[in-house]
């Protein structure tokens, strides 16, 4: 049998790297950026590897014509072209509004979840589009392929694609952290059951953090399932492409608009999507306490939130977008002057100019409530060049790999927040410097491959 590493590669993911928008009517693709796109991508363009992906919007389901085969800057993609209505179920209702809830411990049990007569019909679109990616795969996979299969939006391919596929190996890939048991508990059995029986019908389960890989198998003790093979791999973003987008024209360009309003200021950043994982409103309830304590630092302060829509399908996602432009608005009501915005907040999707963001910061601010790993808190430190300080979540994937050289914050804590920012903005030059270099150095140990080739050999 050929070994692992020399199989014919299918990677499985909700969203693929190629998203398409419509030019004069005409779908125009663009390859998506971060660490999957990066990890993976590479070994699509040199012939290895397949990518099965949905189509995520009306664009995405033009350019997929008939055969579903779509192509762009180097990719060639499997686009399955779902109904809407349930692609929108399974992925709205069960994958954003259920299971990231879950394993990231957001529900306030009083209210939700409540699994009604909707909840049911959007499982059952669960199921069927993970049928779909399945009967996909049955039909697309080289013979003896390893299919990487992406995180919780198909945690039931395997199980069904195995039953014509024996000759395939599956590895799935949990990008979020991975509820414990008493985090799964509010799903119901049946629902649980299946998600854990599919999941160990995998020949190997992969995890960001040795925490999340532990509650996975504590999951499987706790409801009767098999725990099976599983491993801990972290994922880094390419920091070559990053490099390359820091020296850009459009990051410069950036970069000369933000000056004026970074002016001589210390600047504290942030760039999230606005998900409710991320724990922006909380940040700035923080900056603000910092600027009731510290009047003199009025003026002599910015922070730069780049912080983008996200899942706006969801009534929850909305609600809380605006909460935080009202955050932003109130800070800025209370201690704004004409030469002085206090939070600049950025909420258009740009790469470039978010990158010349984490170029530029004194404090990067990361202070997620749970986060499967955080790609933002590696990028930041490789691309700063002001020894940059990073205040970090002890609950993002990434504080174990940071944990030496970033400033700990305990997501909940707005006071202690309050006062680990303060302490990051007015640390000696010396000890900044020292800090910033470690912090580069641990952010960029692994490299996208590593992490693709830990999956390849977990089988
Ligand atoms: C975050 C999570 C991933 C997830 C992704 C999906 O990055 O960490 O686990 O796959 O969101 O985002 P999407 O925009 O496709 O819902």
Redesign the pocket.
Known sequence: MADASSRPVVIA???GPLSFSLVDGEPVGRRGS?G?VSGLAPLVESGQARWIAAA?SDADRAAAGDDGIVEADGLTVHMLDIDPEVHRRY?DEV??STLWFVHHGLYDLVRSPAFDVGWWEAWESYRQVNAAFADAIVADAPPGATVLV????LCLVARRARVERDDLRFVHF???PFAGPDGLRVLPPVVRSELLEGLASHDACGFHTKQWESNYRQCQEAFGGIEGSTFAATINSDMDDLRNVARSKACETALAELAPVMADRAVIARVD?M?LSKNIVRGFAAYNRLLERRHDLHTKVVFLACCYP??LGVEDYRRYHDEVIEAVEAVNERWGTDDWTPVVLMTEDDFPRSVAVLRSYDVLLVNPIR???NLVAKEGPVLNERDGQLVLSTEAGAWTELADAADPVFPFDVEATTDTLEAALEREPEQRAFRASELAESAALRTPQDWLEDQLRAV
């Open positions: 993911s909700n969203r971060g999957l995520m992925y994958s954003n992406q995180d919780y939006h949990h990008h979020t999507r998900e996200s899942r986060d499967g790993l």
